[in-house]
């Protein structure tokens, strides 16, 4: 069954950085594209990026772009959410989930990783 | 960056009864060769978003058939049947016709 596995988050300082990881399982890894999408506390889901089957394709939402920065290493079958300068308002669960096609709906998400931002 | 807009932002029902909720987008959603790039999803109470129609209309696997999505272009609709305890959490509706990609506010659904 897809399972798709986030870790990396804690507690960490405004202005420090993090490397969240997603490790999926479960499907043919390098066929699909992966997204992170955050949720803050008690608030909506928020997407972040995206990142193609093959890593040639990145997209960012405006309010990361410069911060965040997604990867892949297929061989490892993971995804990567570098996010640096850290800020308050990134405080939140993130999640990773995986593209259903080529119309970037997602089908599956993972159970997400928490990040708390704070001094 | 494409609004969408989900109304109620809070919907009491009652078992058994149905339900609908409003998702609208700033522009228009369709493509050309006929899908609307909607999708919607329920976040139950502690859980992960799970994804319940995806193309407008489209029922995702193991999705009860009491679930059902319509509309076209900027109006889009999730229809509830028969409502169950289960169906409680917070729905939205999300476009990827274009990057960025972007939720509804969502609306939370609970019993009454």
């Known amino acids: 069954q897809v399972e798709l596995v986030e870790s990396g988050g804690g507690v960490v300082q405004p202005g420090r950085s993090l490397r969240l990881s997603c490790a999926a399982s479960?499907?043919?890894?390098?066929?699909?594209?992966i997204h992170w999408v955050r949720q803050a506390p008690g608030k909506g889901l928020e997407w972040l990026t995206y990142?193609?089957?093959?890593?040639?394709?990145?997209h960012y939402a405006d309010s990361v772009t410069g911060r965040f920065t997604t990867s892949r290493d297929n061989s490892k079958k993971t995804v990567y959410l570098q996010i640096n300068s850290l800020r308050i308002e990134d405080t939140g669960v993130y999640f990773c989930?995986?593209?259903?096609?080529?119309?970037?709906?997602?089908?599956?998400w993972g159970q997400g990783t928490l990040v708390s931002v704070s001094s | 960056d494409i609004v969408m807009t989900q109304s109620p932002l809070s919907l009491p029902v009652t078992p058994g009864e149905s339900a609908s909720i409003s998702c609208r987008s700033s522009?228009?959603?369709?493509?050309?060769?006929?899908?609307?790039?909607l999708h919607w999803y329920l976040q139950r109470p502690g859980q992960s978003p799970q994804l319940l129609i995806y193309?407008?209309?489209n029922r995702a696997s193991g999705v009860p058939d009491r679930f059902s999505g319509g509309g076209s272009g900027t109006d889009f609709t999730l229809s509830i049947s028969r409502v169950e305890a289960e169906d409680v959490g917070v729905y939205y509706c999300?476009?990827?016709?274009?990057?960025?990609?972007?939720f509804g506010g969502g609306t939370r659904v609970e019993i009454k």
């Open positions: 989930a995986k593209d259903r096609d080529a119309a970037m709906d997602v089908d599956y």
């Open positions: 479960g499907f043919t890894f390098s066929s699909y594209g």
């Open positions: 522009q228009s959603l369709l493509k050309s060769y006929g899908h609307n790039f």
């Open positions: 999300m476009q990827t016709l274009q990057t960025p990609l972007t």
């Open positions: 193309l407008g209309s």
């Open positions: 990142i193609s089957y093959d890593g040639t394709i990145e």
